[in-house]
């Protein structure tokens, strides 16, 4: 999943000036930032602040859309109308990072004068032809790029790196700069410039019609809780054999659920070797698609569409027989760590220099190394197998000893590197807030920090650790001693 | 401190500070080939044709003139002499180091119905009484052996006497006498000269090559085909495509064989350590190297020896794990114990002992430092507050001790093929198949089982490693690199598993249940006449001989 997702680049721009044109692009807005993300292996700091920019476009309601990715931690936000030099200054008022969009106000009423919402259309056709809109580099005007609709699929989103909605190729040329520029068919939106694929020219991806429905729907009362995930994994039931063992009538209907999540509301539904024959209004074919608008798509799709909260009616097959039931689906975000994270600064604790954080891919990118090496290999099984493969065994919140801050008192501790902390003071740590405990309820001359997979720990005196911290903080010029 | 290999008994002290010279060769023609009688000769008779016949007047301007041409003379001779000498030390090798051709069989585990045969060379030493030393690397699944002497002419049918893969060490042996005749043993020796200067010898193109080579360091590292840990020399040279059994000399003595090599790093096994394991096989007290099996940590941490009340001056290293012993024996260590010494040797901090032949060298060579599987060693470890004695005995290391398996030699690659469905014994061996940098290529989820222990339900692993398509198995084509847990609700880690749980399926079914994970969990497919059908359909028409290579059926 993370290779996958890592090769993924979206498209914004570091630095692009201000364009001129004419109808509909007098509703597409050049976007600038200046953002500052957190550093993870050091989480009460921020990197430097990036200038960067994208595009986007006025929707109904004096907003504007864009990509999620635009705007996320953005200290700064500017727009530029078309052909008019005066940065106007804008808020994010909602933001879905699982579907990389984002909804942009400008309190400035005059921005949005002589300015027409765009409309927005449907989900192009495979072989029609769209035009992109947008701000991209190698140039200061707006740009616009005519291209093929060349495939719609369900895509990995690179901007979470965990997900897969429905997204749409085409080979209109989408560069940097161009994220959150809209996509345009017969002067109605069709889609959210958002992605392309590094190395592979004439390939662009956008965000379609069902996502931003689905987008717009969910911050309809005001705010947005994300896609909601039904927690099943549907393989292709074609083999005749595995057909008449689960007696199920040679029809090419049907996918079989090979594996659910550990999500309660599912597994009271849901049963392995289920097979799932309908999904909403959609039959679902023996290699686990349905047919929409049509496309041949993942079955996936078809939850896809409910609001979190909402029931799903299936039709399945158990025991030989046909059965409708309904799934209540909701947002799944056990697995974040598992996907960038956004909008909350990462939470750590520190104590005699130590630096504890959570484990999460945001803190492994910063480690550079690849999942098998052996420095890293216990922290990417731990984040992203143990939870499917040993649910029983699995953290919910995996620590790691990211850093330490040197110091006499921790003169002696060998760094960890991103190896997962199994306990401290005998306490099995599950979550941050565990070593928070371990440490300050510690009655013993000692703290004792164990490490996985084989017991390796570390020592601290405990009274000189929680005496030195303060002092600890002061020199490194870290502000607090916890996030939590 | 000077160590004569055991094999060179026909070797007397005198010659041993010298390279080794050909045996059975008459001394006149010795005498010839070797410069320094020549060179001692030349002086002799020189001086005295300048003084023949002459005045004393004449003669004294004459003296002066042959002193100055004796000078001049000396010099020239003295530099040719040194010339020759070193030509003459490099002949003399010549009759020590030989070249070991291979063909062995090559097999492909992505395929492991298909064979290939490569050739190789390396280099031997004549290290005793018939017999050549080489590592053991590349003579694994040999079909046959042949050596050379003196880098050209005939190939002589050779055979493998011994091979010892954790250890890295072979002994080749010829049949016929005739190959014997004019070689001689060499002489191993630990010594490192004072300036560091080594020489690598290699046959290349029908010469012998002697290439410099700087001594770095002895440390310890793990086998080159094993995980076992000892000794070994690193020696920095320019020399390239090395690792092939050369030999490195030093003062005209062998003092390790080259194993690998790593950028400019020669990596060598140590002359001791090839002594202590040729000495104990040929007593017949070799067997197989022994290691360490609990994981421990360095106490550099002050605080780690306090808080386990270690009074005193700080030493020893934690020992953190202590997985099951493979060989069922009783633990004699427990998590927590200080381990302060090891026989007789101090432990530091880091886990180091100070080695009375290579200096400071990590712990884990005490279990090869002259010690076998098997063998006792005795440990000083501070538990509960005192120190105390405990008697550790090395388990064997095998390769199957670990849940994936080192390595397979010797041995075709083991597969069982059911209606296009192929399955494998995960090891190691299939996971290189990905390459030099398999451990960051091959499936993650395979390569993680590296890092879990065997355990009584769960020995070894078996895996679907792709399916051949056919009608019978559509729907499945894709799937691959799953682990089996389950075949047909019975647990299968070998092959013989599987084939016996395929004997009995579930109401025409075969149910294969994989591991927890990503991956699928469950495939059906019918058993029976369709399954057979589809099999020899397969092997016809994927090209296959056999549905199966399983290695108990051989020895069974």
Same mark, same amino acid.
Request: charged share 20%; net charge neutral; aromatic share 10%.
């Given at each position: ?118 409309? @927005? ?5 495979? !072989?029609?032809? $769209? ?19 060349? !495939? ?10 965990? !997900? ?41 991806? @956008? ?74 209004? @959609? ?125 006499? $008192? ?75 | ?49 300048? *003084?023949? &016949?002459? =005045? ?107 091979? %010892? ?9 010829? =049949? ?33 090559? =002697? ?147 290579? &200096? ?14 098997? %063998? ?32 397979? *030699? ?17 090891? %190691? ?12 290529? =091959? ?73 927890? &994970? ?39």
């Amino acid at each position: 999943m993370l290779k996958k997702t890592s090769i993924l680049f979206l498209l914004t721009v570091n630095w692009l000036t201000v364009g001129l044109a004419a109808n509909p692009e007098r509703s597409v807005i050049q976007i600038v930032t200046s953002s500052q993300q957190p550093s993870w292996d050091a989480p009460w700091r921020f990197e430097p602040v990036r200038r960067g920019g994208g595009s986007g476009f006025v929707i109904k309601g004096r907003r504007i859309m864009t990509n999620a990715h635009v705007v996320s931690w953005a200290r700064q936000i500017l727009v530029r109308r078309y052909q008019d030099p005066r940065p106007y200054l804008a808020e994010v008022e909602f933001i879905g990072h699982d579907c990389d969009l984002a909804i942009l106000t400008v309190q400035d009423e005059g921005f949005f004068e002589n300015i027409e919402p765009l409309e @927005f259309g449907e989900l192009p056709k495979v !072989r029609s032809t $769209v035009v992109t809109y947008g701000y991209p580099a190698g140039g200061e005007e707006i740009s616009y790029t005519r291209g093929v609709v060349s !495939r719609i699929e369900l895509e990995p989103y690179a901007h979470i790196g965990n !997900r897969r909605f429905l997204g749409v190729q085409t080979d209109a040329a989408i560069n940097p700069g161009n994220s959150g520029g809209p996509v345009v068919q017969d002067d109605k939106v069709v889609g959210v410039a958002f992605q392309g694929l590094p190395g592979l020219e004439n390939m662009g991806f @956008f965000i379609p019609l069902p996502v931003i429905d689905h987008f717009l729907n969910e911050i309809s009362n005001e705010h947005y809780d994300g896609f909601p995930t039904a927690g099943i994994r549907v393989v292709p039931l074609q083999n005749q054999a595995y057909r008449s063992l689960l007696k199920l009538p040679d029809n090419n209907l049907g996918t079989r659920v090979d594996s659910l999540l550990p999500i309660p509301s599912t597994e009271k539904v849901l049963k392995e070797d289920d097979v799932l024959l309908r999904v909403g209004a @959609f039959p679902v074919a023996s290699d686990g698609t349905i047919l929409y608008q049509g496309n041949r798509l993942s079955a996936a799709l078809g939850f896809q569409f409910a609001q979190a909260g909402e029931a799903v009616p299936l039709q399945i097959w158990r025991d030989g027989r046909q059965m409708d039931v309904s799934l209540p689906i909701y947002v799944y975000d056990a697995d974040r760590a598992t996907g960038y994270q956004y909008g909350s600064l990462p939470r750590y604790y520190i104590y005699g220099g130590l630096v504890f954080t959570p484990l999460s891919l945001d803190y492994l990118k910063t480690q550079g190394r690849a999942p098998a090496d052996q420095s890293g290999i216990e922290a990417y099984y731990e984040l992203y197998y143990r939870r499917n493969e040993s649910p029983a065994t699995a953290r919910p919140e995996p620590i790691v000893l990211a850093s330490i801050l040197a110091d006499p $008192v921790n003169a002696n501790v060998a760094s960890h590197g991103s190896t997962p902390v199994d306990k401290i003071n005998g306490i099995r740590i599950e979550k941050l807030d565990d070593v928070v405990r371990a440490l300050e309820t510690n009655t013993n001359a000692y703290d004792v920090v164990e490490f996985l997979p084989n017991h390796n720990f570390e020592i601290l005196e405990h009274g000189k650790a929680a005496e030195a911290n303060p002092e600890i903080l002061k020199t490194y010029g870290v502000p607090k001693d916890r996030r939590l | 401190m000077r160590i004569d290999c055991p094999l060179s008994t026909n070797f007397n002290a005198s010659q041993a500070s010298r390279p080794p010279v050909t045996s059975g060769v008459p001394f006149a023609a010795m005498k010839t080939d070797l410069p320094q009688p020549v060179l001692l000769d030349a002086l002799e008779s020189s001086p005295k044709s300048f *003084f023949s &016949g002459s =005045s004393s007047k004449l003669a004294s301007k004459r003296f002066a003139w042959a002193s100055f041409s004796v000078i001049i003379l000396f010099s020239v001779l003295a530099s040719t002499f040194a010339q020759d000498e070193k030509r003459s030390e490099l002949s003399a090798w010549e009759h020590s180091v030989v070249t070991i051709e291979v063909a062995r069989k090559q097999y492909d585990y992505f395929l492991p119905w298909s064979k290939r045969t490569i050739k190789l060379r390396k280099i031997g030493l004549v290290v005793g009484a018939r017999q050549i030393l080489t590592t053991a690397g590349e003579m694994f699944d040999r079909t046959l052996v042949r050596v050379q002497k003196g880098g050209r002419g005939q190939w002589w049918i050779g055979e493998v006497t011994w091979i %010892d893969y954790h250890a890295d060490l072979a002994l080749v042996t010829v =049949s016929d006498a005739k190959f014997w005749r004019d070689l001689k043993p060499v002489v191993f020796d630990t010594a490192t000269p004072s300036d560091g200067a080594l020489q690598i010898l290699r046959w290349r193109d029908g010469n012998l090559e =002697s290439r410099r080579a700087e001594f770095t360091r002895y440390t310890v590292r793990e086998g080159q085909l094993s995980a076992v840990n000892h000794a070994v020399l690193e020696a920095g040279s320019e020399i390239q495509g090395a690792g092939w059994g050369e030999p490195l000399i030093a003062n005209s003595h062998v003092v390790g064989i080259i194993r690998a090599q790593e950028g400019r790093i020669c990596v060598a096994t140590p002359a001791s350590f090839i002594r202590a394991v040729l000495e104990a096989h040929k007593k017949g007290a070799y067997h197989g190297l022994g290691y360490f099996h609990f994981y421990w940590q360095p106490a550099e941490n002050p605080d780690s020896l306090a808080w386990l009340k270690l009074p005193g001056e700080q030493h020893g290293v934690i020992v953190t794990q202590i997985p099951n012993r493979p060989d069922g024996g009783a633990q004699v260590l427990k998590p927590l114990d200080i381990l302060l010494k090891i026989d007789s040797f101090d432990l530091d901090i880091q886990g180091d002992y100070n080695d009375p032949e290579y &200096g400071h060298l990590m712990l884990e060579n005490l279990a090869t430092r002259g010690k076998w599987a098997g %063998d006792e060693v005795k440990m000083q470890i501070w538990r509960d507050g005192k120190a105390r004695e405990v008697i550790y005995r090395l388990p064997k290391f095998e390769y199957s001790n670990a849940l994936v398996p080192y390595a397979v *030699f010797d041995q075709e690659p083991e597969y069982f093929i059911t209606g296009g469905l192929v399955f494998q014994p995960l090891t %190691d061996s299939y996971l290189r198949s990905w390459g030099s940098e398999w451990k960051q290529r =091959s499936p993650f989820r395979l390569n993680y089982y590296n890092n879990e222990e065997p355990t009584k339900e769960r020995p070894a692993l078996v895996i679907l490693s792709q399916v051949l398509p056919d009608a019978y198995n559509i729907g499945y084509q894709d799937q691959r690199y799953l682990v089996v847990n389950k075949v047909n609700g019975q647990r299968v880690n070998r092959l013989p598993e599987l084939r016996a749980a395929l004997a009995k399926p579930m109401n025409g079914f075969h149910i294969f249940e994989f591991a927890e &994970g990503e991956s699928l969990r469950r495939m059906v497919l019918n058993a029976g006449g369709p399954e057979q059908e589809a099999t020899a359909r397969v092997l016809k028409r994927y090209g296959i001989a056999d549905a199966a290579y399983i290695a108990s059926d051989k020895t069974n």
